[in-house]
């Protein structure tokens, strides 16, 4: 099972991988920074959650490995592993509607509310499954 050790690492290709959920206290990581954002990670079994400049950018409960984490205004992907199913709570723009692919097969849509929250949920069965969400109309 894939872990991330110190917790949040650029990868080469400038995405993000974050989160361990194989230790029991909680871990952070504060002013991560990247191209001048600090990031916030915060892990352990029960929660992952990644903050940039003070905004959620993602949380999962339980807590997961978030491997080569990207986001823009319309789309969001990245893999995701954790012990069991997974609900991601991601903040993208209010009101807005976005399609939901894992592993490249569409699971239907999710709308953001008011506050930009969208929440699914992923089956990882102990592997990594890759997520991407995609702004329709947008």
Do not use: C
Not at 60 to 80: C, D, I, L, N, R
């Amino acid at each position: 099972m894939a872990v991330v050790e110190e917790l949040i690492r650029e990868e080469n290709d400038g995405t993000l991988s974050f989160g361990n959920y194989l230790v029991d206290t909680k871990m952070k990581v504060l002013d991560f920074e990247v191209n001048g954002d600090l990031y916030y990670v915060k892990t352990y079994k029960d929660i992952t959650k990644l903050e940039k400049n003070g905004k959620l950018l993602l949380e999962a409960v339980p807590g997961a490995a978030v491997m080569h984490f990207t986001q823009t205004e319309k789309s969001a992907s990245f893999g995701v592993e954790a012990l069991d199913d997974v609900q991601i709570t991601m903040e993208m723009e209010a009101g807005k509607e976005y399609k939901v692919l894992i592993d490249d097969v569409n699971v239907g849509s999710v709308k953001a509310n008011l506050a930009g929250k969208v929440i699914f949920s992923v089956d990882t069965k102990g592997s990594e499954k890759q997520v991407m969400l995609e702004k329709v109309n947008g």
